[in-house]
């Protein structure tokens, strides 16, 4: 028994050794691969968490109400019941909003003026002022959104009740004369109108690329065989679509991020998008030949592609100049799809095009490699040939100076 784990205990030892060569040889991959494959899924965890809610709720809110009637403590009350708002205080001071929102204290100011609702019923059409933090965009947008429609619903009973008292009509007729006209907003694929649901996936693949194209760069020697760097741009590849699924899996087990389309179509999407931009880390390190400066640049370049392919603005938007620029960016053709397949469902052959757009651009991406590779190849020969022919006169000088010294 003693003899059995005396050799148990060397056989892990000898483990250990070898694991420890490893990572010593080859540490500077090693490394580079586990950062990827854990630093896109604790960002997972961390944006998860901060989105949980789906929407930006509890905004500190100050209101200033000078009018104090039945109508404006209605509005109030809305107000303080509403999930998006937290009413953190109450002022007589219309300064008092100014001086909280530079401290940072709350991010919305609301101001009912003096006799609002005499004004509103003689027809004045007076005006309540509403004060944002202009620096916190996320919040004042659904803040911006929420106090619409309370106004709105104010507005609406308010002008319902006039019509009933001056006309004597039924309460549903007077609300169809008050408002003719209505709409039923229908927000396909996000109803719940979630930040979270549309912003979340593009900031983890864009946090997991700037580490694929480092490994890009990192994986190509000095001297690199055609056949083995494209088998490493694959394998490799293979990592971190590994990366990118496990923090999108992340999202969608455990902070209820909806995925509603192809697993399949999704899957491939994130293979060959992880594989060319691979490609471009090496395409970086062929080019540039120093790797830190093919580090530098490529995930710096990587970095704004998010911005120029449309997915947090919209392309169309944009000046032609950037819609032509995009169209050579992968993340075009992956970051809106996977969009796409998440929130409306998408079945695989709605995602062919962008499928083949990836393949063209993978296919392309290797033959610009075997292309450089081939041209360093030939120069290396070109300038060993020198070499050699450089060699050759110099030993040819010296036996001539040696001759030539001996006569």
């Known amino acids: 028994m003693l003899i059995l784990e005396s050799d148990v205990i060397v056989a892990m030892k000898e483990l250990a050794v070898k694991l420890k060569n490893i990572f010593s040889k ?5 490394l580079p691969v586990l950062m990827l494959l854990i630093i896109p899924s604790i960002s997972s965890y961390i944006l998860g968490y901060t989105y949980s809610a789906h929407s930006v709720r509890n905004i500190p809110t100050i209101i200033v109400d000078h009018d104090n009637s039945t109508l404006s403590q209605s509005f109030v009350k809305q107000v303080n019941t509403n999930e998006i708002f937290n009413v953190t205080n109450y002022s007589q001071s219309d ?3 100014k001086n909280l929102i530079e401290r940072g204290n709350v991010v919305v100011g609301i101001i009912i003026p003096k006799e609002f609702s005499k004004d509103l019923i003689d027809g004045k059409a007076p005006k309540m002022m509403i004060i944002y933090d202009g620096a916190q965009m996320s919040a004042v947008s659904s803040a911006k959104t929420r106090a619409a429609e309370i106004l709105g619903t104010i507005k609406a009973s308010y002008l319902i009740k006039v019509g009933e008292g001056k006309t004597g009509i039924m309460p549903a007729v007077a609300k169809n004369n008050v408002i003719p006209m209505q709409s039923n907003p229908i927000f396909l694929g996000n109803p719940t109108r979630s930040t979270a649901n549309f912003i979340l996936q593009g900031m983890l693949i864009g946090i997991a690329q700037i580490g694929i194209i480092i490994l890009g760069v990192l994986i190509v020697k000095e001297k690199e065989n055609p056949i ?28 209820e991020i909806p995925y509603k389309g192809s697993i399949v179509g999704g899957i491939t999407l994130t293979i060959l998008f992880s594989i060319v931009t691979i490609n471009l880390g090496v395409l970086f390190k062929l080019i540039l030949k120093d790797k830190l400066s093919a580090v530098k640049n490529s995930s710096l370049i990587i970095s704004g592609t998010t911005l120029i392919t449309g997915y947090t ?12 620029l995009a169209k050579f960016i992968p993340f075009l053709y992956y970051g809106g799809s996977m969009r796409d397949l998440s929130l409306l469902g998408l079945n695989f052959n709605d995602i ?8 063209k651009y993978l296919v392309i991406t290797w033959i610009v ?38 006569r």
Do not use: C, T, W
Not at 313 to 324: E, G, N, R
Not at 352 to 359: A, G, H, Q, T
Not at 372 to 393: D, E, F, S, W
């Open 369 to 406: 490699m075997l292309i450089i590779l081939a041209i360093k190849k030939v120069l290396i020969k070109r300038n060993l040939l020198k070499y050699k022919i450089a060699k050759k006169i110099v030993q040819r000088r010296r036996k001539y100076e040696i001759a030539k010294a001996h």
């Open 95 to 97: 300064d008092d909003v």
């Open 26 to 30: 080859h540490k500077e991959i090693i």
């Open 352 to 359: 062919l095009p962008e499928v083949y757009d990836l393949i």
């Open 228 to 255: 083995s760097l494209l088998s490493k741009s694959i394998g490799f590849g293979i990592i971190g679509a590994i990366s990118i699924l496990f923090s999108l899996i992340i999202q969608i087990k455990y902070f």
């Open 313 to 324: 603005f919209p392309l169309m938007a944009m000046p032609d100049i950037f819609k032509k």
